[in-house]
């Protein structure tokens, strides 16, 4: 996979201090990945890349929606995306990304690219367990939810108890005779 150019930071040229970035994305993004999850994606990246002398600090936000399909109904619906995520790089002898919250890259660059820190941040907010709103305070109707209530094991056992054997219900006449 090649990087994406914009997602690339010279740093070199920075002064010290605060900078700020914004990136959009959409689907084009994920599909750079090869990751099909998201219908559609309508999301903003806010960075604040701090230089330092020794180190830089990158503050990633990602706000905004992307859409998904229900795991109980298969309806679509947009998941609001609000993350955050604190990134430290280090300059070293060679490029280490084994922590998550450490980057060290050798101490010759010049440039970092951050499109990797961007997916992980945006897929890892999207929870793993994926309900429409419309389930959970019931407004939504579908021909899927109706099914799930109409087998659901509540209205198995009450079908059962309304119907009776009829031998049974023989002798009950019995009974009342």
Known sequence: MRNLEEFTIPFKGLKLGKHQFEYELDNRFFEHFEYDEFNSA????????????????????????VNVNCDLTNEPFDQPIDNKLFLVIKFGDEFNDEDEDLLIIPHGEYEVNIQQYIYELVVL????????????????????????????????KKKKEDETDPRWDKLKNLLNE
């Open 42 to 65: 309508d999301v903003k990246i806010d960075l604040l890349f701090e230089k330092k002398t020794t180190m830089m600090e990158l503050t990633f936000r990602a706000t905004g929606t």
């Open 125 to 156: 907010s999207v929870p793993a367990k994926r309900i429409h709103p419309g389930v959970e305070d019931g407004t939504l109707k579908s021909e899927v939810l109706d099914k799930l209530e109409e087998l659901s094991l509540k209205n198995q």
